[in-house]
């Protein structure tokens, strides 16, 4: 069958390159006689791979010597909790700033410990309106609207809200909320590897690998050693990042096929022209598809703010809900799937992560367009 | 290449037959034009692989409507810390059995997590000898040698130590610990799923997938509805079982390809004849090693009472590490891999796992003989 045009939201579409790659060496992986699953997680031919998926993380991020880059498991849903009882101690506080659903899961989790630890974790900042279960979330605040406690014990941001299609820093205007000397935490799950990031302004930035890095079950943590070494000696092992740092995310199995697959992704990553390209790439189709919502707004809205609309995750509505289904069903019919927003908020969100091709967003635009004319 | 012959302790051999399935399908399964890699685990595709996955335990253990089948992440080694901060609580007690360096690790991540709840470990027993670092471990004891704490939460036990080569219950005359009413916790990482199992004697078993169910990166968990109720409700939502039993393990993004990989297993496995089929298989294999080795004392020497010689990991001494090292070379070149015993004690360790081939074990038997006779 033709390959699928994929906008899903995560697990998303993987380079067609990785999966190949994979799929040649499978049941002989590097001339073994032996799938890349069957190797030990401690044998030279899966350390080998282990080591280059850190090495091109390092070189396509410019990760200095100051960062440890770490394999972690549990999805950034166990980073929500796992950061918390890594830097929270009696009488500390944590800081977040909530601009969506990922924000304030983030949120419920870090309470969850700081009770457990007789911390304090303090509301820095949140966009969300409404009183209901679902708030709404269609902007990100100033740095001047975050209100840091000083000497936090870190300060939690979520860089891309998937849900929501708010991001930060996809514009100059919304940077990152500034911490003074607290240290910034950043879930990048869904925006992860799209361009650029100068990583010596994070204390610790984690994502989990389905969207922009490879399969789920690998989570991907970028952290200080400074942060590493002020982690809590007091929590269970497998916990404390410092363990995995020390033991170069080696400490128990690594999913090891996942790391694999992150090192096909990266591999093609670099042979695309790294990050610089990507995000040429990725602004072209983002604007490709901002560019017929806005000019079709009797038609589609979008609800979220101009300066922090995402890259990755481009979220509109049609007038009504049933034209909103006719579009997906008819995406569905030109081989497009994932286009359907999350339960929670409805309308449309097409995910246009590295992996997505120019022309499947091309395609995308057409049906928008005849859409938009037949009214 | 011809396939190797691989002994590895795990990530281990997995069956060809499932590793095919997965590379013909592995960039369109299903027909859908994506990599299972690629469907969103909300989608009805990925979701009736993880039903049948599900589905297959249950049929193969016979698991019955008091016990979920949760698939969780972060190895057996987060368990040993998952399990005690779902269980443990102020004041209360949990036992623990150690016949080896798995068991000796569940404890100690235990004790942290009763050190941070005012909760007390108590080790029930230990067949532990000598005062270094690396204890050596050769039995494990009678049920009359376990000292378990009337009304403890739970009774842990490590079913087969893969290091040690020591399985309970490989023999009936050394069955699992009782609890009384303890409810037993059992780690079956490196032996789960080779024989049938009667689950309704245990309150939770949980397996690593990476030796007889699958990759590595995923964990199976089959716990008692009753130990899920009585869970904390105060720990982070990501940690309790509750969450995961509520949510068909999809509370957040499951490793779907392992789960993929997982499901592959255990048709393989339904097709062979399900596990009493397997356990005549991996028998047959162990006693072939035994016979091998019991025949020829002179020059091998398995250290493990015969009670209690696990079917999994076949460990042996030959009279000289410089031996050791040749028959390690000479099954390299004849295509032998994974025989090297762990670093900590030693030797040769032979793993047996489903999908090792009895031809395999047949070719490995050739080699020894030729080496006893030798000399």
């Known amino acids: 069958m033709a390959r699928t045009m994929n906008f899903n939201a995560g697990p998303a579409a993987l380079p067609l390159a990785a999966l190949e790659r994979a799929r040649q060496e499978l049941t002989d992986f590097a001339g073994s006689g032996m799938s890349v699953m069957e190797h030990s997680h401690r044998g030279k031919d899966y350390e080998k791979v282990h080591d280059e998926a850190i090495a091109l993380l390092r070189e396509l991020l410019d990760v200095r010597d100051t960062h440890e880059v770490l394999f972690l498991q549990g999805g950034a849903s166990q980073m929500f909790a796992q950061i918390p009882m890594n830097l929270l101690e009696e009488g500390s506080v944590a800081d977040y700033v909530v ?8 949120l419920s989790e870090a309470k969850a410990v700081a009770k457990l630890f007789d911390a304090d974790v303090h509301l820095a900042c949140s966009t969300g309106t409404g009183d209901g279960k679902e708030k709404s979330y269609v902007r990100a605040p100033l740095p001047s609207e975050v209100n840091v406690t000083p000497r936090a014990a870190y300060l939690h941001v979520t860089s891309n809200e998937t849900i929501h299609g708010v991001e930060f820093e996809a514009d100059a205007a919304r940077p990152f909320p500034q911490g003074g000397g607290v240290p910034l935490v950043v879930d990048m799950s869904s925006d992860f590897l799209w361009k650029k990031l100068d990583v010596s302004r994070f204390g610790l930035v984690y994502a989990g690998a389905q969207k922009n890095i490879g399969p789920s079950g690998i989570v991907v943590a970028i952290v200080s050693k400074e942060l590493v070494a002020k982690g809590r000696k007091d929590i269970p092992k497998i916990f404390q990042l410092r363990t995995h740092a020390e033991n170069k995310s080696l400490y128990n199995t690594p999913p090891t096929f996942g ?114 004319k037949r009214g």
């Open 99 to 106: 601009t969506g659903a990922w924000g304030e899961k983030a």
């Open 259 to 372: 790391v694999y697959m992150v090192r096909n992704v990266l591999a093609w990553l670099k042979e695309q022209g790294g990050l610089p390209a990507m995000e040429a790439r990725n602004r072209q189709k983002a604007a490709k598809l901002y560019s017929v919502i806005d000019a079709n707004t009797g038609f589609f809205r979008c609800p979220v703010e101009k300066q922090i609309r995402s890259v990755m995750n481009v979220v509109f509505r049609l007038p009504s809900e049933q034209q909103e289904e006719a579009l997906v069903a008819e995406a569905k019919k030109r081989g497009m799937v994932g286009l359907k927003g999350h339960r929670s908020v409805g309308g449309i969100r097409v995910s246009t992560y590295n992996a997505v091709e120019p022309a499947w967003v091309d395609a995308l635009c057409e049906l928008m367009q005849e859409f938009a």
